[in-house]
T-cell receptor
Framework: EAGVAQSPRYKIIEKRQSVAFWCNPI?????LYWYQQILGQGPKLLIQ????????DSQLPKDRFSAERLKGVDSTLKIQPAKLEDSAVYLC??????????????FGEGSRLTVL | AQSVTQLGSHVSVSEGALVLLRCNYS??????LFWYVQYPNQGLQLLLK??????LVKGINGFEAEFKKSETSFHLTKPSAHMSDAAEYFC????????????FGTGTQLKVEL
């Protein structure tokens, strides 16, 4: 079974530039999550999708971050314009059923962003 | 809101020694608790979980954790460390109806020395 795919793995940009990250979840997983992991901190949930609808985006900085999951499968996270403090690893995860509370999220390898 | 606190950002043990990684939780309702492991340049992987069944939970790679309500703790242990256990370990919490929205601790980096 293929895992969660993310790209690019690494990205270096200047502040005020834009960047986009792509995620393809495990086939059949209805729920998709984007987490931000800043160095030395635990992952923080940015946004959760159930199929193509947003379940929770309360911690997404909406003035600069946006995310979509148009067909309920793959997803894109965009940052525009980027700030220095956005330097982090962006983790995508998926799970079969959000309501099951199994806690079993399957994570991709992450996209490491460096903002100079 | 629920949260977890991991005591010790870095833990170092000798190969063959006991591994103990500490996690304390805060939740106004019964929590579901999890340990995830992250190897270098890889995503997080579920190690074990407590979802209100048995309080002693066994996971992969010989790890186990015990849910202690009186101490609000969910410490991770392994009787004998192996070099391959070197990784970062995250404790996480959610609640019933939480929709798998996990709140993670800050992580503990485990180093295993010969």
């Amino acid at each position: 079974e293929a895992g969660v795919a993310q790209s690019p793995r690494y990205k270096i940009i200047e502040k005020r530039q834009s960047v986009a990250f792509w995620c393809n979840p495990i086939s059949g997983h209805a729920t998709l999550y984007w987490y931000q992991q800043i160095l030395g901190q635990g992952p923080k949930l940015l946004i959760q999708f159930q199929n193509n609808g947003v379940v929770d985006d309360s911690q997404l900085p909406k003035d600069r971050f946006s995310a979509e999951r148009l067909k309920g499968v793959d997803s894109t996270l965009k940052i525009q314009p980027a700030k220095l403090e956005d330097s982090a690893v962006y983790l995508c995860a998926s799970s079969f059923l959000a309501g099951a509370n199994t806690g079993e999220l399957f994570f991709g390898e992450g996209s490491r962003l460096t903002v100079l | 809101a629920q949260s977890v606190t991991q005591l010790g950002s870095h833990v170092s043990v000798s190969e063959g020694a006991l591994v103990l990684l500490r996690c304390n939780y805060s939740s106004s309702v019964p929590p579901y608790l999890f340990w995830y492991v992250q190897y270098p340049n890889q995503g997080l992987q579920l190690l074990l979980k407590y979802t209100s069944a048995a309080t002693l939970v066994k996971g992969i790679n010989g790890f186990e954790a015990e849910f202690k309500k009186s101490e609000t703790s969910f410490h991770l242990t392994k009787p004998s460390a192996h070099m391959s256990d070197a990784a970062e370990y995250f404790c996480a919490v959610t609640i019933t109806g939480g929709g798998n929205k996990l709140t993670f601790g800050t992580g503990t980096q485990l180093k295993v020395e010969l």
